[in-house]
């Protein structure tokens, strides 16, 4: 358990090791909180070498925290495209407008004043607090709580509250002067060393020499996790909608899965083609072929979409609502030139599979 096990003797190692082995990762060239913040908001999603380009992209179009209060809303959430949970960057934007209103567009100094911010969490607090102001605050994400757990050999469950709280006590008790360094050593070690999916690499790992889970061959029945409740099943007909140069798209609500972002239109449900196209003239729609597509998948946190599709050209689109018509309000509906969505229109990647058949290529 880790209460038994005496955490500050993997200080000195530690921090050693990270000077030695740490990588030379863009938002790492300085202690920038701008950058240390989105650089922590992009890895929650995914790999250090996926997100670099996102990264570079992101802050080439908003260098600073005040660029991102002010972008719009769509090309905003355009650069987010591949990346997923797009209530994040809503969030990041949020808090630069609060920055903005409150601090001078200067982020505040302090895991307090940081983590009262819109969308940013103790994990992503105690990252900026530690790397860019140096206060000594940990910051525990379930990497960090990994190798706790095979250090100590502690089989706590970590998806569990009270775990956390537990290690992230323990850690806040052997917080160096070094804070940022040192979180970084830890996030660096789960990266590299004791990596979570196959044989941790302990003969490379500074902490072998205390590791309780090496020492007795428990790594890999550590950390204990329970399992996560079945996804909801959700059944769709997805429709490409198509008139020459042009595709039907639809804007989501602006609260819930996917929020505000424009989608293939969908419909709940297995629908036969013969429904499709009734749906296609409630529209006001002609359409003059349909052709079925193949089947996909898409699996979100909580819910996993099975999709069916079919291609329907149509004709005689010129009543329909086109996209200049948006400055007129909320539109549902909307006609839109395939290129101008390929560059302009942020389409979440649970439509990839069928966005293939328009050539509506992702970036990512
Ligand atoms: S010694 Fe092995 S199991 Fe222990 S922390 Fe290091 S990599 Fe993980």
């Known amino acids: 358990m880790i209460e038994n096990t005496d955490l500050s003797v993997l200080v000195e190692p530690t921090l050693t090791w990270y ?32 997100v670099i380009p996102y990264y570079e992209r992101f802050m080439t179009a908003l260098p600073t925290i005040e660029a991102l209060a002010k972008c719009q809303e769509d090309p905003l959430l355009k650069l987010w495209e591949g990346l997923g949970y797009y209530n994040r960057v809503r969030n990041m934007q949020k808090a630069a407008q609060t920055i903005c209103a409150e601090y001078g567009g200067q982020m505040p100094q302090t895991y307090d004043g940081i983590v009262a911010l819109s969308g940013i969490g103790p994990y992503t607090a105690g990252a900026i607090a530690s790397i860019a102001f140096d206060e000594r ?6 990497n960090v709580l990994r190798i ?39 996030m660096e070690i789960g990266a590299l060393v004791c990596i979570p999916n196959g044989q941790p690499k302990c003969d490379l790992c500074p902490w072998q020499p205390f590791c309780l889970a090496y020492k007795n061959d428990t790594y ?37 899965l996917l929020a505000g972002l424009y989608e293939l239109p969908n419909i709940e449900g297995y629908l036969t083609e013969e429904e499709a196209l009734a749906f296609v003239r409630g529209q006001n729609l002609a359409p ?15 819910i996993e979409w099975l999709m069916q599709g079919f291609l329907i050209q149509v004709a005689d689109v010129d009543s329909f609502q086109q996209d200049e018509d948006l400055s007129k309000g909320p539109q549902d509906y909307l006609l839109v030139d395939i290129d101008k969505t390929r560059k302009e229109y942020a389409i979440p990647s649970a439509f990839d599979k069928y966005a293939e058949f328009i050539a509506l290529h992702r970036m990512d």
């Not at 079925?292 to 909580?302: C, Q």
Request: proline share 6%; hydrophobic share 35%; charged share 35%.
């Open 220 to 256: 890999d029945r550590l950390p204990v996790k329970t399992k996560a409740k079945p996804r909801r099943i959700e059944e769709k007909t997805v429709l490409l909608i198509q008139d020459g140069q042009k595709i039907v798209l639809r804007k989501r609500p602006s609260k819930g």
């Open 148 to 186: 706790l757990s095979r250090v100590s050999q502690d089989d706590s469950d970590i998806l569990k509250d009270a775990t956390k709280k537990r290690m992230t006590a323990q850690l806040s008790q052997i917080m160096p002067k070094e804070a940022g360094a040192f979180n970084q050593a830890l």
């Open 19 to 50: 000077e030695a082995n740490k990588r030379d990762l863009p938002w790492r060239k300085d202690k920038d909180p701008y950058h240390i913040w989105v650089s922590e908001v992009m890895l929650q999603q995914t790999r250090v070498e996926a």
């Open 137 to 142: 605050v940990p910051a525990v994400d379930g």
């Open 288 to 302: 003059l072929q349909i052709k079925k597509l193949p089947e996909a998948k898409h699996i979100f946190s909580h």
